[in-house]
Nanobody
Framework: QVQLRESGGGLVQPGGSLRLSCAAS???????MGWYRQAPGKQRELVAG???????NYADSVKGRFTISRDNAKNTVYLQMNSLKPEDTAVYYC?????????WGQGTQVTVSS
């Protein structure tokens, strides 16, 4: 069983930066970790993912602006978000897939507005 808790969301102006953290209660070793987001009236979408070996993938809309990383020793995954745009406004969720089981955090709100 893995429990996930996100932090780091908030209100930021366009062009600003935020770093989201996802702390896991159990080991994330061998898990595929991802950040998803869901804007009002839209489907949840994958923003970025990272394998246990460190391979990453990103949605086209965030490539070059967002960076996902993980620290297995701390059981934590990060999402560094730079050059934020109003369209990045959403609830951001941490996700873990381990041994074919999927776990979700409660989400953290990110609002990009002047």
């Amino acid at each position: 069983q893995v429990q996930l808790r996100e932090s780091g969301g908030g209100l930021v102006q366009p062009g600003g930066s935020l770093r989201l953290s996802c702390a896991a209660s159990g080991s994330i070793f061998s898990a595929y970790m991802g950040w998803y987001r869901q804007a009002p009236g839209k489907q949840r979408e994958l923003v970025a993912g990272i394998t246990n070996g460190g391979s990453t993938n990103y949605a086209d809309s965030v490539k070059g602006r967002f960076t996902i990383s993980r620290d297995n020793a701390k059981n934590t995954v990060y999402l560094q978000m730079n050059s934020l745009k109003p369209e990045d406004t959403a609830v951001y969720y941490c996700n873990a897939v381990k041994y074919s089981l999927r776990y979700w955090g409660q989400g953290t709100q990110v609002t990009v507005s002047s």
